[in-house]
């Protein structure tokens, strides 16, 4: 009887250590190479969402900016190179408003119309850079007007605009800055 009782017990069969040893190590690589690839789909995730906020919000600086310093009557002559103050009839209601804009605190900064105004307006914004250019009738040519623009102010035919936003991605920031040129209309010059 002891002989069979130890006949069945050889023949039961099961995993040995060493093998479940290197099930377990073959899981966990498993695991690891699905965790990474969550991660890594969540960084391109994320990465893609904030350019796709750091592009609306670029887009629709520059275009609002444009827009309305296209329509300004004229420029004020504390205008710099990181600030512009101008004013004009930008609702077309025949009333003169003063608007502008300027960084501070990571925020490009509008003023409201009708207060008068700074108010925060674009987040994480890195930089703000208006170039003024005049006509120079001597030289026969455009040149860049100083800092801040002072008496060149009824001079002014044109304005570069060169806005940077930085937005943090997880593991990344992701940088852009869009450029414009505007054309101004400027009844001082007339």
């Known amino acids: 009887m002891n002989a069979l009782k130890r006949c069945r017990f050889n023949e039961e069969s099961g995993f040995s250590i060493i093998e479940l040893v290197i099930v377990l190590i073959i899981m966990l690589l498993i695991l690891g190479a699905i965790t990474s690839m969550i ?111 002072g008496s060149r102010n009824s001079e002014i035919i044109r304005i570069d605009i060169s806005l940077s936003i930085s937005r943090g991605a997880l593991n990344t920031t992701i940088d852009r800055t869009f450029n414009s040129t505007v054309n101004v209309r400027n009844e001082l010059r007339l």
């Open 39 to 149: 991660r890594s789909g969540a960084e391109s995730s994320s990465a893609v969402y904030n350019l796709k906020i750091i592009q609306e919000d670029g887009s629709e600086a520059i275009t609002t900016m444009v827009r309305q310093i296209r329509l300004a009557a004229y420029l004020d002559p504390v205008s710099t190179q990181n600030s512009i103050i101008f004013a004009g009839d930008f609702d077309g209601d025949g009333t003169e408003q003063t608007m502008g804009y300027d960084l501070q605190n990571g925020y490009l900064r509008k003023m409201d119309p009708d207060s008068g105004s700074m108010m925060d307006w674009i987040p994480e914004t890195t930089q703000i850079v208006f170039k003024y250019w005049y006509w120079d009738s001597t030289n026969k040519q455009l040149m860049q007007s100083g800092n801040p623009v």
